[in-house]
């Protein structure tokens, strides 16, 4: 059913709310076009799933604030009185007295989306899909997740998180797709989904949100390894500095095939170890679900040309890469140069300490979505292992790093730091090594072409958005 906002644009309704919305969006973590102003909107889909007071409407607006345009989806709840709890939802408020507000954030409204789920119900132009075999349960309590930024995950009951897609795309979302895929392979590295929400854009199907197994008492591993820096950096003495200089023991696989007990830790390194374990657990995973490839030489020329071609950009719009750009240019010379295939497969693609959780059980990844903004397509298509391990290698740096802008002792911290990123490095290389991942040793042009391409990307999103921070990978860059 449909009412209101999707009347025709005299609808004093749906001028209102665009306008709403039109100064709100640019305020939302979500939102690319933060702090800019809205140049394009409209509401091209309106779907209420509650009437009343309150009342819930699915939304899928097109906006822009910028060059180009993409549909995002809301979730519009209608109250004549908003709890005080939910001020900080407010859209505003419409000429009825109903004050809109993102529902997203109120338990009363949001357990509809998952009880729609369980009940595999359609409504209007809405799918809800249960996963066969899955238990969904009416779990008390909701909750929105402070830490996420290109979308919104709501937990119900310390069972089950719910994430909404906030920018929509048509056609598959690697995201339900790899770990549906993988959760019936029954891989440890992975979160069943419980089910999920779709429509239909351009004619094919879109995601809308996905249902999934959350991990409770859990920790990301961005909070695990920063919090063991800053206690690292607090303590910090001759010990700390003895302590970080001692060498990462080499791990080889033992004769049953299970590899060898890590060293004497220091921060972190043991985590990093068994984190590099399961990212080649994970990597074969999704080799048997998906298959894969290989990248000749001819195709690595073509990705070094294609690097190269980035650095020049960055070049043109970041002065400070200058200094640095003929050591890069030879590094993406020598993969070019390289004359053995590399495999290629499905990967990750947006691989970082923020993507994984420590459980009890081991480490698990997460948001298999890739790089937010680039096309699906290119998501979704093969690509060497390697580039996740290289995210993963620029994230041990920027953990690092990051605590040392403005610290009064940053010089005296920045060489333990950079001892702390080597040894980490080294340790999550040996897991993924020992797990049977492609030997980063035994790659190491390709590895070394693909951090360092990561960290020109870092380049520029830091120039962009947090000039504060552009030190952290044009140091990197310096040191390589």
């Known amino acids: 059913m449909t009412s209101g906002f999707a009347r025709p644009a005299t609808s004093v309704d749906a001028v209102t709310l665009l306008d709403m919305l039109a100064r709100w969006l640019p305020s939302q973590r979500w939102f690319p076009g933060r702090e800019l102003p809205v140049s394009e909107l409209a509401i091209t889909a309106d779907t209420e799933l509650a009437a009343g007071d309150p009342g819930l409407r699915h939304v899928i607006i097109t906006a822009s604030a910028g060059p180009a345009a ?14 005080d709890s939910l001020g900080y939802a407010v859209i505003g408020t419409l000429p009825t007295g109903l004050t809109a507000y993102d529902a997203a954030h109120d338990p009363e409204l949001s357990p ?11 409504v209007g132009p809405l799918r809800f899909i249960r996963e066969p075999g899955a238990e969904i349960s009416s779990w008390p309590g909701s909750r929105v997740m402070t830490a996420e930024q290109s979308n919104t995950s709501i937990v119900f009951g310390e069972a089950a998180i719910l994430k909404l897609m906030r920018r929509v795309f048509p056609g598959p979302n690697p995201d339900l797709e790899v770990a549906g895929a993988l959760a019936r392979l029954g891989s440890a590295q992975v979160a069943a989904p419980f089910g999920w929400i779709e429509t239909d854009l351009d004619e094919e199907p ?29 303590r910090l003495g001759g010990y700390g500095q003895e302590y970080l200089t001692a060498p990462v023991p080499q791990r080889h696989a033992t004769a049953a095939g299970e590899s060898a007990a ?14 590099g374990q399961a990212t080649g657990r994970l990597h074969a995973d999704m080799a048997t679900a998906f298959g894969g490839g290989q990248l000749e030489p001819s195709g690595l020329a073509a990705l070094a040309a294609r690097m190269t071609d980035k650095l020049e950009r960055a070049r043109a719009e970041v002065p400070a890469l200058d200094p640095y750009a003929a050591m890069v240019r030879r590094a993406y010379d020598d993969l070019a ?24 059980a081991g480490w698990v ?15 979704r298509a093969l690509a060497p292992a390697l580039q996740d391990v290289a995210g993963m290698l620029r994230s041990f740096d920027y953990a690092a790093r990051h605590q040392l802008i403005g610290h009064p002792e940053a010089g005296q911290l920045r060489l333990p730091a950079s001892q702390w990123v080597r040894q980490c490095q080294a340790a999550f290389c040996a897991g993924y090594a020992d797990a049977g991942g492609a030997d980063p040793q035994a790659n190491a042009a390709l590895l070394r072409a693909l951090t360092l391409e990561k960290a020109v990307y870092e380049v520029i999103y830091e120039y962009r958005h947090r000039p504060a921070w552009l030190s952290i990978p044009l140091e990197s860059i310096a040191a390589a």
């Open 206 to 234: 879109a995601l809308l949100a996905v249902l999934s197994q959350y991990l409770a008492h859990a920790s990301d591993g961005w909070s695990v390894a920063t919090g063991l820096l800053r206690r690292m950096y607090a």
């Open 112 to 122: 509809l989306l998952l009880r729609g789920i369980a009940g595999q119900a359609t």
């Open 262 to 275: 890590a060293p004497a830790e220091v921060p972190f390194a043991g985590d990093a170890y068994l984190l």
């Open 70 to 83: 993409g549909r995002y989806q809301l979730l519009v709840g209608l109250r004549s009185q908003l709890p």
């Open 337 to 360: 140069a390289v004359r053995e295939p590399v495999a290629i497969q499905r990967i990750h693609g947006d691989y970082h300490l923020g993507q994984v959780l420590r459980t009890a």
């Open 365 to 379: 990844a997460l948001d298999f979505e890739g790089e937010p903004a680039a096309p699906v397509a290119q998501r």
